[in-house]
């Protein structure tokens, strides 16, 4: 079996405060999905220090797809069912795209590690899939999920304050009246479950999980939670962009029910950080601008995304990494909502953003109709 994309040359593996990562990204068609899952979990069995998958994103091209790779998952990889989170996405290269992130398995969070006194970061992710039959059922799935995940965490020795990245996958994200769109049901109950289990604590100022809000086709509803019990000298930092009005700030008019999520959530450590950028889009202040210029639109993005990357605002929390900015970018996903716009979004992408950070481009829907694209990303700054 051959893959259009060799994990080997889409794939980026480094250190951060005392564990491996390794971020790789691959397409294939739906008949070579085992197989291609089996390459990569023979691959990182293999690697001097063993590697565990902690987050499978696989990005299928329609509903039948979808159905198909989560009755293999089921069947031949039950272990990773609840750290995949499979969507309708088409890629734009191939049928069907894997992007997973590694990290070496001691430091994965699990019933035995979770008791321990290992002075690694410990990692724990988990993923729900659901079909939703309808859009009023929306916010009952999406807080059962969460709850879910929730418990599993705890069960980890994982509490909401070790919650640092959400994925939400929103079915017909923007369907319906402006205060009854699956995207504001969302946002109403994470609202509600962040207030029952204190994440933000209610007060102006404290932190909330990254996140990203993004469509996939069909009436379904995907929720991925990462968490990190830190170590002793490392803390999570919530960063804001000074030119983007908070999410959890946002007018009525711009979102009915504000958004709670940071723009980017940060572990800090002396002169090395490893950030979670936000889902980000061509938001100035609170208001969308370059509207109906795709290129545009992309620039401002990556420059909202440099921006929280700047070694100006970590510095404001005594942290001086030796490389910061877009350079320190290891992985990326694009959202683009047309896909008569891909070619010109992965050549700004190009451009602008390092040769050897691993990239996935798929077609979604975005949270604002006049919204055109939507990147997030994972930098790693070393001392």
Same mark, same amino acid.
């Given at each position: 079996?051959t893959?259009?994309?060799?994990f080997?040359?889409n %794939?980026?593996?480094?250190?951060?405060?005392?564990?491996?990562?390794?971020?790789?990204?691959?397409?294939?068609?739906p008949?070579?999905?085992?197989?291609?899952?089996?390459?990569?979990? %023979?691959?990182?069995s293999?690697?001097? /220090?063993?590697?565990?998958?902690?987050?499978?994103?696989?990005? =299928?091209?329609?509903?039948?797809?979808?159905?198909?790779?989560?009755?293999?998952?089921?069947?031949?990889?039950p272990?990773? +069912?609840?750290r995949?989170? !499979? !969507?309708?996405?088409?890629?734009?290269?191939?049928?069907?795209?894997?992007s997973?992130? @590694?990290?070496?398995?001691?430091?994965?969070?699990?019933e035995?590690?979770?008791?321990?006194?290992?002075? $690694?970061l410990?990692?724990?992710f988990?993923a729900?899939?659901?079909?939703?039959?309808?859009?009023?059922?929306?916010?009952?799935?999406?807080?059962?999920?969460?709850?879910?995940?929730?418990?599993?965490?705890h069960?980890?020795?994982?509490?909401?304050d070790?919650?640092?990245?959400?994925?939400?996958?929103i079915?017909?994200?923007?369907?319906g009246?402006h205060?009854?769109?699956?995207?504001?049901? =969302?946002? %109403?109950?994470r609202?509600?479950?962040?207030?029952?289990?204190?994440?933000?604590?209610?007060?102006?100022?404290?932190?909330?999980?990254?996140?990203?809000g993004?469509?996939?086709?069909?009436?379904?509803?995907?929720?991925?939670?990462?968490?990190?019990?830190t170590?002793?000298?490392?803390? +999570? /930092?919530?960063?804001?962009?000074?030119?983007?009005?908070?999410?959890f700030?946002?007018?009525?008019?711009?979102?009915?029910?504000?958004?709670?999520?940071?723009?980017? /959530? $940060?572990?800090?450590?002396?002169?090395?950080?490893?950030?979670? #950028?936000?889902?980000?889009?061509?938001?100035?202040g609170?208001k969308?601008?370059? +509207?109906?210029?795709?290129?545009?639109?992309?620039?401002?993005?990556?420059?909202?995304?440099?921006?929280?990357?700047?070694a *100006?605002?970590l510095?404001? &929390?005594?942290? &001086?990494?030796?490389?910061?900015? @877009?350079?320190?970018? /290891?992985?990326?996903?694009?959202?683009?909502?047309?896909?008569?716009?891909f070619? @010109? #979004? *992965? $050549? =700004?992408?190009?451009?602008? +953003?390092?040769? *050897?950070?691993v990239?996935?481009f798929v077609?979604?829907?975005v949270?604002?109709?006049?919204?055109l694209?939507?990147?997030? %990303?994972?930098? =790693?700054?070393?001392?």
């Amino acid at each position: 079996m051959t893959l259009s994309i060799p994990f080997g040359d889409n %794939a980026l593996a480094l250190s951060f405060a005392g564990s491996r990562h390794k971020f790789l990204s691959a397409t294939c068609t739906p008949d070579a999905f085992s197989d291609c899952l089996l390459q990569l979990v %023979a691959a990182s069995s293999s690697e001097p /220090v063993p590697l565990g998958v902690l987050r499978l994103v696989v990005a =299928v091209s329609d509903q039948d797809q979808l159905h198909g790779i989560l009755e293999q998952l089921t069947k031949d990889f039950p272990a990773l +069912l609840c750290r995949a989170e !499979v !969507v309708v996405q088409p890629p734009f290269s191939g049928q069907l795209q894997l992007s997973a992130w @590694l990290v070496d398995q001691a430091a994965i969070a699990n019933e035995a590690s979770s008791n321990s006194s290992s002075a $690694a970061l410990q990692w724990l992710f988990s993923a729900s899939n659901e079909l939703v039959p309808s859009n009023a059922q929306v916010a009952s799935v999406f807080s059962r999920q969460f709850y879910d995940g929730m418990t599993f965490g705890h069960a980890q020795g994982h509490t909401p304050d070790d919650l640092l990245r959400a994925w939400i996958y929103i079915g017909n994200i923007t369907q319906g009246r402006h205060d009854e769109t699956p995207y504001q049901q =969302v946002n %109403a109950a994470r609202r509600d479950v962040f207030q029952e289990v204190g994440i933000g604590k209610g007060t102006v100022g404290s932190p909330f999980p990254a996140s990203t809000g993004i469509g996939t086709q069909g009436p379904s509803l995907t929720l991925g939670l990462l968490s990190c019990r830190t170590r002793p000298g490392m803390r +999570l /930092v919530a960063l804001e962009n000074r030119r983007q009005t908070s999410a959890f700030h946002y007018p009525k008019e711009e979102s009915l029910i504000a958004p709670l999520f940071s723009r980017a /959530v $940060a572990i800090l450590g002396g002169a090395q950080a490893m950030v979670f #950028v936000s889902g980000t889009a061509s938001i100035v202040g609170a208001k969308s601008v370059h +509207l109906g210029d795709i290129e545009q639109q992309t620039r401002q993005t990556l420059e909202n995304i440099g921006n929280l990357l700047c070694a *100006r605002l970590l510095s404001d &929390y005594d942290c &001086y990494p030796a490389v910061s900015g @877009l350079e320190s970018i /290891v992985s990326y996903t694009v959202y683009i909502k047309h896909r008569k716009d891909f070619a @010109l #979004v *992965r $050549a =700004v992408c190009a451009a602008l +953003l390092p040769d *050897r950070a691993v990239a996935s481009f798929v077609e979604a829907d975005v949270c604002r109709t006049e919204l055109l694209v939507e990147i997030e %990303a994972i930098a =790693v700054m070393p001392e």
